[in-house]
């Protein structure tokens, strides 16, 4: 079933750890010009996935359909994860959350909106992966790393909760090449995300362990 259109996302809220909600909009969310000033210096995989010519082309064509409902496709992508990985709703602090809440959940409404800008901005730079894509990324993923209980393999989950709303999205627009093109996308993605993560955790590890030196010998 196709998404209906989108409400003005400019209600959606934040969780700011109490019982008040602070209104967030969404332009204030991802920042591509903040990430980048973080990202600049930052490590890349050794071997980044590919993304053909022809697959950038077929994101491209998708991509409004997909993008003119922002927070159905992300909150049903959080929901799909929700469903088959139980575990990472603990990540998000909404394990008491039940499945059918999720979607209307202020927090996740917020990382919907979050989520979809920075697909966004990936598609938008897809003649500059390198130089701009890998590198936000990258930074979002070593971000994840204040993320308690977040293991590394459960970032694939992305990639299957996207490919799955988006689906729904598109119906018949979303054929073999046109899911093959946005799994590709995805790929390159979740592999950025996963390398800053791990990238993070060993540089969290390696300054403990320097702490624990200095202190103990």
């Avoid at 046109?178 to 590890?205: C, P, R, Y």
Wanted: a negative charge.
């Amino acid at each position: 079933m196709a998404y209906r259109q989108a409400s003005n996302a400019g209600d959606v809220k934040e969780d700011s750890g109490d019982d008040e909600e602070e209104e967030v909009e969404p332009w204030k969310l991802f920042h591509l010009d903040v990430w980048l000033r973080k990202g600049l210096d930052v490590k890349k995989p050794p071997e980044p996935v590919k993304i053909s010519e022809d697959q950038k082309r077929l994101v491209r064509e998708t991509w409004p359909r997909v993008n003119a409902h922002q927070r159905q496709a992300g909150t049903h992508m959080y929901l799909r994860i929700f469903q088959v990985c139980p575990a990472i709703k603990g990540v998000f602090r909404l394990q008491d959350v039940a499945n059918e809440n999720v979607t209307s959940h202020p927090k996740m409404m917020m990382h919907a909106v979050r989520f979809i800008q920075s697909i966004e901005v990936a598609v938008d730079h897809m003649d500059a992966l390198d130089e701009i894509v890998a590198p936000v990324f990258v930074n979002l993923g070593r971000r994840h790393l204040h993320y308690k209980n977040l293991l590394e393999d459960q970032f694939s989950m992305f990639s299957h909760g996207v490919l799955y709303s988006w689906h729904s999205a598109l119906e018949h627009v979303f054929k073999a090449e046109v899911q093959s093109a946005w799994n590709q996308l995805f790929e390159f993605i979740v592999q950025h995300m996963e390398f800053g993560f791990m990238t993070a955790l060993a540089d969290k590890e390696a300054e403990q362990e320097a702490l624990h030196r200095k202190y103990y010998g």
